[in-house]
């Protein structure tokens, strides 16, 4: 196993993830690698189903069983692959070292706990705390991430906050330990542009006064531009294009990601002209072949090879690579 | 704009709904979702409207289409009163008005083909022969694109842009004049999200409908609309060109919500309003600006209980605010 670069907290290469179904084995993520630098931001963003979640439900080992496997692949995260570790190694990472934030508050939330008790529960079971310890602790964290009169909230039933609030206790039980890495899988997509301005603006702040590690997930172009520092587009089951966030906005090579920056309305858009648009749809997983997947949508002429093999990754300029043939390489 | 008679306009249109309580569930108090909205859409023309969730704007949408009975106020077709029609009196208009949603699917019945839900409204409207229904179904289906097997599958046989589609064809089939779209693409993704928009803008041009284009992302709005209403609990604090209201927004709420937007352009600094606490609900609002509670500015207790008049800033740049939003 290599040893990583000290600047480099995760590391996921060719991770391969696929699911038992009645139609047979279905590869849902493919070879997919990236790493997530330390103290800063990845985004990831592609169409739904390419993906997005079942990565990240592979990097916490909380694939659905016993339908979900992770085939092939590593996820190197101090020094030990955590795709092969015993569970219950992951078990003291999980919620500890690295914690995931859902798009749906209600789903990571107890119905019929208190909010208190809630964040508790993941302190006690890392740390060696005293229950009245864990309950300030709890208490602080509330405050942390904006919770008016947090000793009265933590006594509160999660029923009995509005979407915004969950969402901002659901992030003060993913903190809570200290995580170094911190996934939030569309964390913001259920909410309001107002909530959801707050909500990126509380885990930008936590990030510096904490200097964890983000890798965030969304559909959203907006809000990787403001949020990220690094950015990979997924396609189909596959990274087809990873850089720094300025990078892949100012010089974007894979048609895909051409396609999709293309298509967004912009606000400084002429109103009321045809917008751009990829035509066709994604296509379901059972029908993927070897090679590049979106040849069919961009709208290029290509040789029947390209589409039988899959295309090398290439790094074109430092930091800024690209699974694909020679035409979309070049630009 | 134009100096005609609107296809449609509202009057100082409220739709209340009883909030029950207490041990004989009685109405203790209203929500009141859509609280006193005057507007006029024009012929051919696509009004956004905007807001938080909860703000009001699908029962404004629905109000409209006549699928609730206003509390109180006014609702005109092409000059026409609406507002106390009985159902009979109505018929006539309900084809006019149509409606799309977010979630196609729901309003899809998944046991009908999609060549029967397409059908369908020239049945309730007893119009054609069996054959000729056929003949109509699949000039519709071409028309939003979709092939014409399709008559003979099930919605869940296709995707959500496809789904969009279908809802498209059948509200448009009796051939309206204003189509509500509530959220029409918000579940949608973006590429998917630009090939309905350039549908619904090509609708629009070859048969001269207008649409209230209800939608919370803001960027989509602005592209779509030739005007915008702002809504805020229940009433409309800002209504302008599409341009105008961007560039030049003047009520506190609509410059928070502008500025909220994530461009998606790594180099812009935003220069953001971050709103404090949650979107309010619209029971028992304040009597006075309902916004002034959340802006954070120092108030007047006066602005809580009087409200503004609906002023003309410039042309066409309606905004109900007082001096201190309004800077004069
Ligand atoms: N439990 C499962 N069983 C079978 N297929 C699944 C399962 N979970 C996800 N998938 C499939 O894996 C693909 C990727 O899904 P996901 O990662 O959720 O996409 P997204 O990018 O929208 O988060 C999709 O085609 C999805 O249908
Ligand atoms: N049928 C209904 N009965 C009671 N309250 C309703 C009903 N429909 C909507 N409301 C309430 O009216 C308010 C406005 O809702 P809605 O029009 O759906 O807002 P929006 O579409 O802007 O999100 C909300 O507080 C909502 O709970
Ligand atoms: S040019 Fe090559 S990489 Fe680009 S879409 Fe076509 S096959 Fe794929
Ligand atoms: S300044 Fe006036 S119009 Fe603006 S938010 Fe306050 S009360 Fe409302
Ligand atoms: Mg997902
Ligand atoms: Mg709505």
Redesign the pocket.
């Known amino acids: 196993m290599a040893e990583l670069d000290s600047d480099i907290l995760l590391r996921v290469s060719d991770l391969t993830t696929a699911f038992d179904t009645d139609a047979g084995q279905l590869t849902a993520v493919d070879g997919v690698s990236f790493d997530v630098r330390r103290g800063r931001t990845l985004g990831i963003v592609g169409e739904s189903g390419c993906g997005k979640s079942v990565t990240a439900m592979s990097i916490m080992r909380l694939l659905p069983q016993p339908m979900g496997k992770i085939l092939d692949g590593e996820v190197l995260f101090d020094g030990r692959n955590l795709a092969t570790i015993p569970a219950e190694d992951m078990r003291s990472i999980r919620g500890n070292r690295i914690s995931m934030i859902f798009q749906e508050p209600m789903t990571a939330l107890n119905p019929v706990h208190r909010i208190g008790k809630q964040i508790c529960e993941g302190l006690t079971q890392h740390n060696e705390l005293s229950p009245d310890e864990a309950w300030q602790k709890a208490v602080e964290m509330l405050e942390k991430v904006g919770i008016p009169s947090p000793e009265i909230r933590a006594t509160e039933y999660p029923h009995q906050l509005s979407g915004g609030m969950r969402q901002r206790v659901v992030i003060a039980i993913a903190l809570a330990c200290g995580p170094e890495l911190v996934i939030a899988d569309e964390p913001t997509t259920a909410l309001d542009v107002t909530i959801q301005a707050q909500i990126l603006q509380l885990i930008n702040n936590l990030q510096r006064d904490l200097g964890m590690s983000v890798m965030l997930i969304t559909h959203d172009l907006g809000v990787i531009a403001e949020t990220c520092d690094e950015v990979c587009v997924m396609y189909a089951g596959r990274v087809v294009e990873r850089a720094p966030v300025r990078e892949i906005f100012a010089n974007p090579r894979h048609a895909y990601t051409q396609g999709l920056l293309n298509s967004i309305p912009r606000l400084d858009g002429i109103p009321k002209t045809e917008l751009n648009i990829i035509d066709g749809m994604v296509p379901a997983l059972s029908e993927l072949k070897p090679g590049c997947r979106f040849a069919s949508r961009s709208g290029r002429e290509h040789e029947p090879e390209l589409l039988v093999e899959r295309q090398p990754l290439n790094e074109i300029t430092p930091g800024h690579w690209v699974e694909a043939c020679p035409v979309c390489t070049r630009g | 704009m134009n100096n005609g008679t609107p296809i449609l306009s509202t009057d100082e249109l409220r739709m209340h709904f009883p909030v029950k309580g207490g041990v004989f569930q009685r109405a203790v108090a209203a929500c009141k979702a859509v609280d006193g909205v005057s507007l006029t859409i024009e012929p051919g023309e696509t009004l956004g409207l905007v807001g938080e969730s909860g703000c009001g704007k699908s029962t404004l949408g629905k109000t409209i289409a006549r699928l609730y009975e206003p509390t109180s106020g006014g609702i005109a077709f092409e000059g026409n009163e609406l507002a106390g029609l009985s159902r009979r009196q109505l018929k006539p208009f309900r084809r006019e008005i149509q409606m799309i949603f977010q979630d196609p699917y729901e309003s899809l019945n998944p046991r009908h083909t999609v060549g029967a839900i397409v059908e369908e409204p020239f049945v309730i409207h007893k119009m054609g022969s069996r054959s000729e229904r056929r003949q109509w179904v699949a000039e519709l289906l071409a028309k939003v694109g979709l092939p014409e097997s399709a008559a003979q599958r099930y919605p869940f046989e296709f995707s959500g842009g496809q789904r969009q589609r279908i809802g498209i064809a059948r509200a448009i089939a009796l051939k309206p004049r204003l189509l509500i779209c509530d959220e029409p693409v918000s579940a949608l993704d973006v590429s998917i999200q630009s090939q309905v928009l350039n549908l619904l803008m090509e609708l629009q041009r070859e048969m001269g409908l207008s649409y209230l284009f209800i939608s919370h992302d803001l960027a989509v709005v602005k592209h779509i609309s030739d005007r915008i209403a702002v809504m805020y609990l229940g009433r409309i604090v800002e209504l302008a060109p599409a341009e105008e209201i961007y560039n030049n927004p003047v009520?506190?709420y609509t410059k928070a919500l502008i500025s909220a937007i994530p461009v998606p352009d790594p180099t812009h600094v935003p220069d953001r309003v971050i709103l404090e606490g949650d979107v309010p609900t619209p029971i028992d609002p304040p009597d006075g600006?309902r916004?002034?509670p959340r802006?954070g500015?120092e108030?007047a207790p006066e602005?809580l209980t009087t409200l503004?008049p609906f002023k003309e800033i410039s042309p066409g740049h309606w905004v109900e605010?007082?001096p201190?939003?309004t800077g004069r």
Do not use: R
Request: glycine share 0%.
């Open positions: 009520h506190a600006c916004f002034a802006s500015a108030h602005m503004a605010a007082c201190v939003c």
